[in-house]
């Protein structure tokens, strides 16, 4: 029985795993989107997070954590650099998954995994969302640009 077994062996021995998904990690942090199946996605997403909230510390301990992980000085570099400089002010949720539709070969469910933060498109989106305003009658906003107007007339009768 396989009691509280509970991350996705992906049909590999656990050094081939632990090597594809540290070389996954690295493309995903070089190139801030990587095309992969919906499995290899969701068991990147449980490995690559906790590295990038171990990365908003730099110290020398947590380069040597990531490090371990990665083995690509390079890599651990632009994380410890540029990516945590961008992920500094966000609690969690690092990553992000769309799906893509089915591999033609084989059928596997495909999906790009990305980093949040580099997407510039989804930012745009949210700040065009904030920009909508509500609609008024014409009517409320005459009186609001006439009433100060009056008020100004007034004053420079009085002097």
């Not at 020398?60 to 490090?67: G, L, M």
Request: hydrophobic share 35%; with cysteine.
């Amino acid at each position: 029985m396989r009691h509280n077994k509970k991350f996705n062996h992906l049909g590999r021995t656990a050094s081939h795993r632990s090597a594809m998904l540290s070389n996954m990690a690295c493309s995903l942090i070089k190139h801030k989107r990587i095309t992969t199946t919906v499995a290899k996605a969701k068991a990147l997403k449980k490995f690559v997070e906790p590295l990038l909230t171990k990365s908003k510390q730099d110290t020398t301990n947590s380069r040597r954590v990531v490090f371990s992980n990665l083995q690509d000085k390079f890599v651990v570099t632009e994380l410890f650099k540029e990516v945590s400089v961008k992920i500094a002010d966000r609690p969690g949720g690092y990553t992000r998954i769309i799906k893509i539709g089915n591999r033609l070969g084989d059928n596997a469910e495909m999906c790009f995994i990305e980093l949040v933060d580099y997407n510039e498109n989804m930012a745009k989106e949210t700040v065009a969302k904030k920009a909508t305003r509500t609609r008024r009658s014409k009517k409320a906003t005459a009186e609001v640009v006439e009433a100060p107007a009056v008020e100004e007339t007034q004053a420079e009768s009085a002097e």
